[in-house]
């Protein structure tokens, strides 16, 4: 079945439009783009369906060679939409590159000579730009800083020139990867570990020269993405690092069940700026260069990060809850206007019988409104931090603690900004379809009962913030109708609260196991370094008996690398 390729297209611009807006500055409020990686995309794929014959190769070369940067600094650098002045997001290099080279590699032959010698100008200018990328080493980025030496790489092999340097640099950058848990956490993304193991493959399936100790330490990177794949089976990741599910229950496809045959997607819209790579891999022996495949995990998981910390799941059937013992993982995730915290979930449970829910920071700052995660993609890419105010931006963490899926969550917000009219420390349950009810509140202590068809999950809140100093916050049940169902659990401090605290702390749970009954018991904890001190900002002792488990923690909130641990 051949696709509707005059669906979309636009001749004068040699691209498919794209009607609504792109997601950059300069074209976030236009109604139509013409986006470059998308036809990058849709042009491997003609070539991979044997339909370049209805397609116009030759404009849209042309239009992609328009897009790049010829000279300079920046030369073979893209802008990612043609109505951009110039190059904005950078990843537009890469994501183009991985239709592009596969096009060169296996169907090269079927181009005209004029498309040919397009294709091989934007390629040439295009490793200029990937060696520049890969001299930066910045390994902690994973699927970006991959992106780079692979297209460097292989664009070597393509015009037969190969650089000691650049394997130098792809064997510190594995090494990396290895020992440091993957830099700000990718492999715990459904999205962008996804795009690392099509990097991995298409490295390691099309590459002819690839030293042999490379080949190794890439392959051992494919093998732990690949086992991280598998254990999650076919649920979401909880946690989640880099994810846009804001506003609709996650779900994913496991990256074996991308490598097949290939078929005529429904619909031309269905290719965007990632190419379908899996029948290209299965074509070319994936299956033969990937481990066997691990059994879906079942219980708890544990998957490391970086600097020392981890990953926890617990996975079953009706339920899975995820957090990370600390996050952000290290200081460079976050920046003014960009960074990792806008889109990233390090606490989260899911259930396939509708229930998705994660915990949510957010602040108002002269009339708007910003949190971490997102409320919706679009606004949040062009403007994330929570202030505008502070620089470095501020950034609440969380730390957690699992024991046989039962996880405690301590939130520490540790700066709280004079303009701000509130900030929220919110639990946020999209479109839920269980029945959800409210426990009346005790001592300080409120719980909320989520109710599954084979058990009850019970979400514990424990305002610090004021705990002790007759100020406590209460949490508020709010529900939401636009754009989607919302059930949010909201603990405000509004600007008079604001005025008496220096940071927002609080403790959540969740109990896989049933309703908790018995009261948090505190007591001061008195082995902290002498420091001055606000109310929020003490250290305790915790003992909690909930079903099944005893928490016995010790808090201190000022402790930066452990502020919720284990005591006995």
Known sequence: MALNWTDGWDEGAGLWRQNEAGHTAPVCRLACVHAGP??????LLAAQLNQLAAVNT?????????????????RGCMRWYLEEPGPVDTNAAFFAAFGLIPLRMCHGGELDTPSRETLDAILRDLRVWFDREAESRTFHYPNKFLGDVVCAWLLGE??????????????????????HGWGWGEHMSDVYSRVCLDELSLLLLFSRHLPAELRVLYTGLLGELLAIDDAYGEGPRVPAIRTYDFLNRPSRIPYRSLIRPATTPSTLTMVQNMPLLGSLFHEHGWERLA???????????????????????????????????????????????WGLSWQSMPAAFWSPDGVWGFWQWETAENGVVRAHPATDRQSAFLGNALTSQVRPPITGRTFSLMKDGNLLVLRVMPFIV??????????RLVDPTTHVETRPPSSGWRQMLIRLPRRAVAVQCVPLTG?????TPAPVQIERREPVRLMDWDLNLERTAIGEAVAMVTLWGVSVDGEVVAAPLFEPCGDTPPQPRAGEQRAWKLTWHWP??????????LDQWAPIATTI
Request: aromatic content about 6%.
């Open 548 to 557: 099944n488990v005893t928490w016995n923690v010790r808090i201190d909130p």
């Open 158 to 179: 393509i015009e037969g020139a190969h650089s000691p340097a650049l394997a130098g640099i792809m064997a510190d950058a594995a090494r990396y990867w290895h020992r």
């Open 291 to 337: 481990p066997p495949t691990a059994e879906m995990r079942r219980g708890s998981l544990c998957i490391p990060c970086f600097g020392d910390t981890h990953a926890d799941a617990w996975l079953a059937p009706d339920i899975r809850v995820g957090g990370m013992r600390r996050y952000p993982l290290m200081a460079s995730a976050d920046h003014p206007a």
């Open 467 to 471: 705990r002790f100093d007759a100020m």
């Open 418 to 427: 004079s303009t701000w009219a509130r900030v929220t420390d919110r639990l």
């Open 58 to 74: 030759a404009s849209i070369l042309r239009a992609l060679r328009g897009l790049q940067v010829q000279s300079g600094e920046r």
């Open 38 to 43: 998308t036809a990058s995309s849709r042009l």
